[in-house]
């Protein structure tokens, strides 16, 4: 179940006030992106697209850089 639309709003603000639309979610198979994509349709937020597989994608190739921040 998701929040409340004022929840969501208030916790979707920084995506809602970003300047480069569309909005590309990811994550690494898509789930979790298209859990936040539907959570920000909720909120009146449309302009987003979703790139389903993409972390998978790019760290199979070993070429590629991947960087983590260490918690």
């Known amino acids: 179940m998701y929040q409340s639309v004022p929840e969501l709003r208030s ?13 590309v979610l990811y994550c690494g198979g898509g789930i979790s992106a298209a859990v936040v994509a539907v959570a920000l349709t909720l909120v009146g937020h449309f302009d987003t697209t979703l790139y389903d597989g993409s972390l998978q994608e ?3 190739n070993p070429e590629l850089p991947l960087v983590t921040n260490p918690a």
């Open 11 to 23: 916790i979707l603000q920084p995506l809602l006030t970003h300047k480069a639309l569309p909005l």
């Open 58 to 60: 790019w760290s199979a």
